[in-house]
């Protein structure tokens, strides 16, 4: 069964480094997105991507964030200086339209010390 | 702004035992709502999904109904196992393709 793949499983990094999560979605999927739970909280949207641009963001989703599909098949969230509060689990997300099932990754759990 | 609630937040069952997890969301024009279940400290996987014309969508064991005009949704689970031990999130699609997530029922069956 197809699934979407998330890399790193789990990334450290230093308060103000540049980190970039990386995902490789359902070959078939069209809409791509990025969702974020803090530990112990709801799951977030951050930021939706179709026909290669944001669709949609939400207020997390800042300046320090950015998405790219440079290859027409990897999907990645770059947080530019990465804060202590950014800490949490990143989930990849794809579906095939906009109102079709939503597929989610394993997930990038990111820790900032 | 779309506020999805899960209830209970934890429920503990014995083993068999048929079980009810319900979801309310405050805006009922939605496009569809789906259910996921999150293994600890894991990924999300889909469960159900229901459109917003459909009323119920079965697979399984598992039975999701849906009630847009009150908004509300249910996800039974029949003869509950130990393996369905999870957190159970319901997530609502309200337009241009985001969810919203609730914060889930966290579920544990002892055998």
């Known amino acids: 069964e197809p699934e979407v793949t998330q890399t790193p499983s789990h990334q450290v990094t230093q308060m103000g480094q540049e980190v970039i999560l990386r995902c490789v979605p359902i070959s078939n999927h069209l809409y791509f997105y990025w969702y974020r739970q803090i530990l112990g909280q709801k799951v977030e949207f951050l930021v939706s991507f179709y026909n290669n641009e944001i669709s949609e963001k939400s207020e997390i989703f800042d300046d320090q964030f950015s998405v790219e599909r440079p290859d027409g098949s990897n999907f990645t969230l770059k947080i530019r200086s990465t804060k202590l509060e950014d800490s949490a689990m990143y989930f990849c997300?794809?579906?095939?339209?906009?109102?079709?099932?939503?597929?989610f990754g394993q997930g990038t759990r990111l820790t900032v010390v | 702004k779309q506020e999805v609630t899960q209830i209970p937040a934890a429920l503990s069952v014995p083993e068999g035992e048929n079980l009810v997890l319900n979801c309310s969301f405050t805006?009922?024009?939605?496009?569809?709502l789906q259910w996921f279940r999150q293994d600890h400290g894991k990924g999300l996987t889909s469960l159900l999904l229901?459109?917003?014309?459909?009323r119920e969508q079965t697979s399984g064991r598992l039975n999701a109904s849906l009630d847009k005009s009150s908004g509300r949704s249910t996800l039974y689970i029949a003869a509950s196992q130990p393996g369905d031990s999870a957190t159970y999130l319901c997530a609502v699609n309200s337009g241009y393709s985001t969810l919203t997530f609730g914060k889930g029922t966290m579920l544990l069956v002892s055998p």
């Open positions: 229901i459109q917003s014309s459909q």
């Open positions: 805006d009922s024009a939605i496009y569809n």
């Open positions: 997300a794809g579906t095939q339209t906009g109102d079709t099932e939503a597929f």
